[in-house]
């Protein structure tokens, strides 16, 4: 049955009367309820860290705040945490408990450029003007992360579960870098199941091919300067080379397969007119349904590059910033994660949420029907999109699922400033500690209950049939650290001015 809003405040009270009165419960473990009543506890702390993240508003790579508190709230609850790893600063792994299962847990905390919006207006307005901000909710996401797996640590103790809990920390989700590098080094190979937790208009999860695989790299020309005007026939124009790879790759989309994509910008054409430029740098982005087809529209945009510089006598080096595999999520775990979802149920929201709600749905111009009330029943498989997540290759190393918690607002545009008007609010704080809970439920059932992992295996067995995982990523590419360095340097000192002043506190 799905849980209402009213149904889930029966569970809280269920909840507290199993650990106060010791009235028996009818259908959650005294496990669930602990975890549930941890997460309620700690809902104070889940919005402050939510809270902070937002005012951080750090681009990949350059989330040094936000990791910064994360792991020190990790290892003040007792998880030993690696910093650093795969050669991300921002990336981390913290661990609890030995042994089987090892149960993996992951997210992303990274901003997007010029996504500065102040929450809880339904009108766009900078916190700092043109600064990084986030407009999607992976600050929420790092809260439901610590959060959910701080309540599930505090269950293993209590109860003396066995297994692992291994949380990850993923940097720059936006430009697709940090988990193919995580699996391609290793860290997943000893893990049963993961999950992944994301921001959502509504507590869910699905199964099926969610995202498309992807390939994205720096196609960059070297020539020779000369003067534009005075001895044009002296140089070797690099700029030229990046205009004819455009051509070719427009001449190119026609005979694309259905679902393939190609889209670029040009992060480097020249200084000034009168000097040819010797240098300049294309960055493409290529994508589709299978990472076999990813991979061979790459090779396609490699030859025609290799054109471009045959016919304007320059060079071209190639470097993969990023390739990724489509994401698939699970079955089984999505049947877990799915009976958790509607034991916790949606938040009530209050009539001021909802008015909120539906004056951002009107004022970015879509649908306009307020706040989910309700969670919805499982579905799948569902049919494959054409955006990407980093998170493919470990959908397709082991098993992987998905919770949706709902922190912002349903058919709002991601990326727009209507995507971070919510993100700091009630709403988003609400979302948060449905979440927490969520993964915190399936984290136990996973770690407690065999039957769950195996569901999750068997049903993997046939999701992946005959594919060979085999990383996409170049085996000797390291990660391109310096990519948001100067614009986050750039905004920072203004940004820090809006920075939360409490410290989150779990209990
Ligand atoms: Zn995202």
Same mark, same amino acid.
């Given at each position: 049955m799905t849980a209402t809003a009213n149904d889930n405040s029966l569970v809280v009270r269920k909840t507290s009367m199993t650990m106060d009165a010791e009235a028996p419960a009818s259908n959650i473990s005294e496990i669930k309820s602990f975890v549930l009543d941890t997460v309620d506890r700690n809902a104070k702390a889940i919005a402050t860290l939510s809270d902070s993240i937002f005012y951080f508003g750090e681009l990949g790579m350059e989330e040094h705040e936000t990791a910064g508190l994360m792991t020190g709230l990790l290892e003040e609850s007792g998880f030993r945490v690696e910093r650093g790893i795969s050669g991300f600063p921002t990336g981390f792994c913290a661990t609890y408990g030995s042994g089987k299962p090892v149960v993996a847990v992951h997210t992303e905390y990274d901003s997007n450029p010029n996504n500065s919006q102040v929450s809880g207006v339904a009108e766009y307005k900078n916190i700092v003007p043109d600064a990084p901000g986030h407009c999607e909710g992976h600050n929420v996401n790092a809260a439901v992360l610590v959060a959910g797996v701080i309540a599930a640590k505090r269950a293993m103790e209590k109860f003396g579960i066995g297994g692992t809990l291994k949380v990850f920390g993923a940097p720059a989700e936006e430009q697709l870098i940090s988990r193919p590098y995580y699996v391609r080094d290793g860290w997943? @190979? @000893? $893990? @049963?199941v993961a999950l992944h937790n994301h921001v959502d208009g509504a507590l869910r999860t699905v199964f099926g091919p969610t995202h498309s695989a992807a390939v994205s790299a720096y196609f960059t020309f070297h020539g020779e300067t000369s003067h534009a005007s005075v001895s044009p026939w002296k140089a070797r124009d690099a700029l030229d080379a990046v205009v004819l790879m455009d051509m070719g790759m427009a001449q190119y989309r026609e005979h694309m397969e259905t679902d393939m994509r190609a889209h670029r910008v040009i992060t480097h054409g020249g200084d000034q007119p009168n000097t040819i430029p010797a240098k300049a740098t294309v960055w493409w982005t290529f994508r589709a349904p299978t990472a076999e087809g990813a991979r061979k529209v790459f090779e396609r945009g490699r030859k025609i590059a290799e054109g471009a510089a045959m016919m304007t006598n320059t060079t071209v080096s190639v470097d993969v910033m990023s390739a990724v595999w489509p994401v698939y999520m699970n079955q089984g775990l999505a049947e877990v994660i799915q009976q958790n979802v509607e034991l916790i149920g949606m938040p009530a929201w209050t009539a001021e949420e909802n008015e909120f709600a539906r004056k951002l749905q009107q004022a970015c111009g879509v649908? $306009?029907?307020? #706040?989910?009330q309700s969670t919805k029943p499982l579905s799948g498989p569902v049919r494959q999109g054409t955006p990407s997540n980093d998170s493919g290759d470990i959908s397709y190393k082991v098993p992987m699922g998905r919770v949706a918690f709902p922190s912002n607002i349903p058919n709002v545009p991601y990326h727009h400033w209507c995507g971070g !008007? !919510? #993100? !700091?609010?009630s709403i988003a704080h609400k979302g948060a500690v449905a979440g927490a809970k969520s993964l915190a439920a399936t984290v136990v059932d996973l770690l407690s209950d065999p039957k769950w992992v195996a569901r999750a295996k068997e049903t993997f067995a046939t999701q992946v049939g005959d594919v060979v995982y085999r990383p996409l990523l170049p085996p000797d590419q390291k990660p391109p650290l310096d990519l948001n360095r100067k614009a986050m340097e750039a905004f920072r000192p203004k940004m820090?001015?809006?920075? $939360?002043?409490e410290r989150p506190r779990f209990v």
């Open positions: 997943f @190979d @000893d $893990v @049963d649908k $306009v029907e307020g #706040l989910q !008007a !919510a #993100l !700091a609010s820090r001015e809006h920075y $939360v002043k």
